[in-house]
């Protein structure tokens, strides 16, 4: 049947997100590669690499990398390892462990993330892990292993269950790896306390959208939260071909925020951890006028009187383990937005499913 209700295929795909999550969690156990990886590397720091959204896993990733294990963790985009290899991957001493390089592909076939795994496998000799929503493709095929969120793979052109699938991978990766049982129970009961969330969450945001008129996007996360801001700004570009800027939220202050405006909706991901802090600047953008998106777990009064739009999750798992679930309002945004303009987010203008370029590119 031909595909004609615009942006029909993306929005589904958002909204099943809960239940891919569920659906890749128990092909994860089914599968038993996330026990086969435990203990795999010596590595006492991680590499995270990825290209467009993928790298904004990958940031995400290694803050989660981080804070559950404490080991070093770093993302980089894959153009990095290949311009600039001796500032990306400093000279391991004779003393220390290389890094775990971890490539990051929906498809598998992005052409830069291929080079980077070919790089590090066969010149510097580092074996790799691979993490993608497909198989048979040629990054498992250059990695050392793969481990595979098959569920999670998508018809549409921009990433929105794939991004948030992945990062929880690499979660439960981390979880493992730290010996944090209780985290990874938290991770799989995300799905269970998102799923009434969703629904309810694209109405609102839809409304929004459909009653204002904005000119320019920004969005502002601290700590983890800033890889979600920076996909949030991704969505919009993508679907929408809105202007969009991301910062870190206290960043902010110093010289962007003369951006603000009612013409520019500035949307805050208020973390749990700085909450207080990044409340004050959500309080001075709204004294300077600015309209206001909110996403919180829980809001107080304060917050509330400075969102034109808020949305609280009310989940309870740890404030690392709902991280994907700050991707949604940001993608529903982007769809939301595309949509009001006339553009078909199913479609996106200039983009393709990967990133796949010549042999001289």
């Not at 502002?220 to 202007?243: D, I, T, Y």
Request: hydrophobic share 40%; proline share 6%.
């Amino acid at each position: 049947m031909a595909h004609t209700t615009a942006g029909a295929r993306t929005r589904s795909e958002i909204l099943s997100q809960p239940t891919c999550w569920r659906d890749c969690f128990r092909a994860l156990d089914e599968s038993g590669e996330l026990q086969r990886l435990e203990g795999w590397s010596p590595a006492t720091e991680w590499l995270f690499i990825g290209c467009g959204s993928s790298y904004y896993v990958a940031l995400a990733a290694a803050a989660s990398w981080t804070a559950l294990t404490g080991q070093v963790a770093r993302a980089l985009p894959a153009s990095e390892l290949l311009l600039f290899p001796n500032l990306a991957l400093s000279p391991v001493r004779p003393t220390s462990r290389p890094p775990q390089p971890v490539l990051i592909s929906r498809s598998g076939h992005t052409s830069e993330v291929l080079k980077v795994a070919e790089w590090l496998e066969l010149k510097q000799n580092l074996r790799t892990l691979a993490i993608s929503c497909t198989t048979h493709q040629p990054l498992e095929e250059i990695c050392a292993f793969t481990l595979h969120m098959l569920p999670a793979d998508e018809q549409s052109l921009v990433m929105t269950r794939s991004f948030t699938s992945l990062l929880l991978g690499l979660q439960a990766l981390a979880a493992m790896q730290a010996g944090q049982r209780n985290w990874s129970e938290a991770l799989r009961r995300l799905p269970e306390e998102m799923q009434p969330v969703v629904d309810p969450l694209a109405q609102r945001v839809e409304e929004f959208v459909q009653a204002q008129g904005f000119a320019d996007y920004v969005f502002l996360g601290q700590g983890p939260l800033f890889a979600l801001a920076s996909e949030g700004m991704l969505k919009a570009l993508e679907m929408s071909c809105s202007p969009a800027q991301c910062f870190h939220t206290l960043e902010f202050r110093h010289g962007p925020k003369a951006l603000v405006s009612r013409e520019t909706l500035v949307t805050f991901l208020l973390s749990e951890s700085a909450y207080e802090a990044e409340r004050e600047v959500l309080e001075e953008v709204k004294e300077l006028g600015g309209t206001t998106l909110v996403v919180a777990n829980r809001a107080d009064a304060r917050t509330r009187r400075a969102a034109d739009l808020l949305i609280e999750l009310n989940l309870t798992v740890p404030e690392y383990a709902r991280l994907a679930a700050y991707a949604l309002p940001g993608q529903l945004l982007g769809l939301a937005t595309g949509l009001k303009k006339g553009y078909d987010p199913d479609r996106p203008r200039h983009l393709s499913r990967a990133v796949i370029l010549n042999n001289g590119g």
